[in-house]
């Protein structure tokens, strides 16, 4: 495989999000080859048994992504269209 050398610093921010997009649907293309680490599965445990046990609750992904505009403390930073970029790579998780 061939490295690749670029300056992401000089990338511009709209540049940054085509670049991470790209690599996001590269390997959720592969999905099969990617391995969650363990502690990933340790944390869905926790919360789920936090769950079941009335500790936390549940958000539909409407509320949360609204949720998320209000708490982004760099929210003014970003055009819109960036965050709302931002939102979308995070629902293909």
Do not use: C, Y
Request: no cysteine; net charge neutral; aromatic share 6%.
């Amino acid at each position: 495989m061939n490295k690749i050398d670029i300056s992401i610093a000089q990338l511009s921010f709209t540049q940054k999000l085509d670049l991470m997009e790209m690599l996001w649907a590269d390997m959720a293309g592969n999905e099969k080859k990617l391995e969650s680490p363990a502690w990933h599965g340790e944390i869905l445990n926790e919360r789920e048994t936090a769950l079941n046990a009335g500790k936390e609750t549940v958000s539909s992904w409407e509320a949360a992504k609204e949720r998320i505009k209000k708490n982004i403390s760099i929210r003014g930073k970003f055009e819109k269209s960036s965050l709302d970029m931002l939102i979308t790579l995070a629902s293909r998780a």
